[in-house]
Every structure is written in C-alpha cells, then in structure tokens.
C-alpha cells in the first residue's frame, strides 16, 4: 500500500472497502439499478451463486454480482447483504476515496439499509523476494529454532485493536513463489447509521491507522528500496 510519503514501487494488489448489512429483498434488481447508474463499470458478472435463504447466517456477505470499470483497474460487487468497492491498480488514498463515494452515493439511493453491521477497509500487499529472505523485507513473520528442515512456507496472524476498531494482519511466505504476503485487514463491528458522511469518516481513520501498521510490518531497508 501507499506510505505517507508515495512509493516508487509499491506492493499493493489490491485495495478493498467493504460494508454489511441486512440481507434485502429482489438483490438482483439492486444490482441493476447500480449497473444503470454507474457508468464507469460496464463490465457485469453474474457469479451464480446458488440461492440461500436470507434468514440463513452463512448468506450474509456473499458476494453474487460483479461490475467492473472498462479498464480493468476497478471493480463493485453487491450480495446478499454486503457491498464492496476494490481497486485492482491502487494510485493513491484520494483516488480509492473518490471512488468509495462515488459507488456509496449511489447504492445509498438504492438499498433501503439503515444501519451498517461492518465496516472493512483492507489492503493486501504482494512482495517478490529476489533473492532476499522474507526477514530482509518483513519485520513481522516466524522464525523456527536451529536443527529444523527447511521451511517450504510459513504464516502468521496478529490482530490488534486500536480506537474501537480491529487491526488484522497476516504474514505469508512461500518458498516456490519466493512471495511474501502482507495484508492489512481494518474493520468494525456493531451498528452504524447508514450515513455517509461518517461512513467515510471511518474510512479516512482507518486508513491511517492501516497506514502506520503497513509502515512498522516492513524492514527499514526494504522500505528505503521501495520509496
């Protein structure tokens, strides 16, 4: 992901902001009243998803129907009871941000949802080793002792919890891709007011919250190669 300051050779694969709430009615007809609105994501999937029943807990956050921008670099995607926007070629938080309004204002109109049961903001990043060793890159991950076989792969998960929001993140490594992965997984849970402005509030918060984590994961050196 971005750095304060931006990166010459950033990581990032993908940038996802996703909410969820309750399942509604005829969610095929809400995905095409978005598609007939927003313009900018011509290309539709129907992912065809077997139905199941909304009053069934694992129906919620299914995701069922897929528009993407005519460049590819963008994607929405609404199911049953859940909404995301990813980005696919991140350029910069005030771009994602743009583009997290735009899809919001519309399915705002649309959905009759008045409270929000999660917030995500998530960042997964994709880091080629060249011949480094994931501890020249990462400052988080495993370490086994002396006398062990050689690692094929490893992964961690550390969750943290900062200003009433959940901080998730999971290390990666395989010895066949020589890839380490680092994704950054900001979310809350409760009950919001469908309100937009504070929903993107949240997101300005968690952003930077999710930016210092990304910042601290990396090794100075790795992080001065890439800025």
Known sequence: MVAQKPLKNPPLVEAIFEIRYDPVDNLADVAARLGSVLNDYPEFED???????????????????????SDRSRLYQVGTGVLSVNILKYSDFSDFRKTIKEVLDQHQKIVPAQYIKRLGLRYINKIQLREKSPNDVLNLGCSVPEGFPDSLGWNSQFIFLSEGKQLKVQTAYSKDTQEVLLDLDCFSGGLFAYNKDQLMGWTDSAHQQVEGLFIKSLAPSYLADIS
């Open 47 to 69: 992912l065809n998803v077997p139905p199941i029943p909304k009053e069934v807990p694992e129906a919620s956050g299914i995701v069922r129907y897929r528009y993407r921008s």
